[in-house]
């Protein structure tokens, strides 16, 4: 069984900073694209960040130079550096895997159970 549980989300002022991680476990056989996802209160859930295996990035306008995402492929960790944080970044923020559980099978998506993160003065 496939756990990806997220951790660092906590209350900061605006313009403060915070990281995020997600660590996945189980039987994985490889992990492809790892994302963050969030969801504000009264929103629907928005694409934040996305990495691949290959280490490109790739970021929702509205995070751009703020947000920096990373992972450590030997640890099945993927992170998430946010700084300059504003109001309106408060939400739930979800880790995303797309992975294999065995060689020659489909992948799969995968969702941790989310970490809020709250910006407020």
């Known amino acids: 069984q496939v756990q990806l549980v997220e951790s660092g989300g906590g209350l900061v002022q605006p313009g403060g900073s915070l990281r995020l991680s997600c660590a996945a476990s189980?039987?994985?056989?490889?992990?492809?694209?790892m994302a963050w996802y969030r969801q504000g209160p009264g929103k629907e859930r928005e694409l934040v960040a996305v990495?691949?295996?290959?280490?490109?990035?790739h970021y929702a306008d509205s995070v751009k130079g703020r947000f920096t995402i990373s992972r450590d492929n030997a640890k099945n960790t993927v992170y998430l550096q946010i700084d300059s944080l504003k109001p309106e970044d408060t939400a739930v923020y979800y880790c995303?895997?797309?992975?294999?559980?065995?060689?020659?099978?489909?992948?799969?998506?995968?969702w941790g159970q989310g970490t809020q993160v709250t910006v407020s003065s």
């Open positions: 189980g039987s994985i056989f490889s992990i492809n694209a």
């Open positions: 990495i691949g295996s290959g280490a490109n990035p």
């Open positions: 995303n895997a797309n992975l294999k559980l065995r060689a020659g099978l489909a992948s799969y998506s995968y």
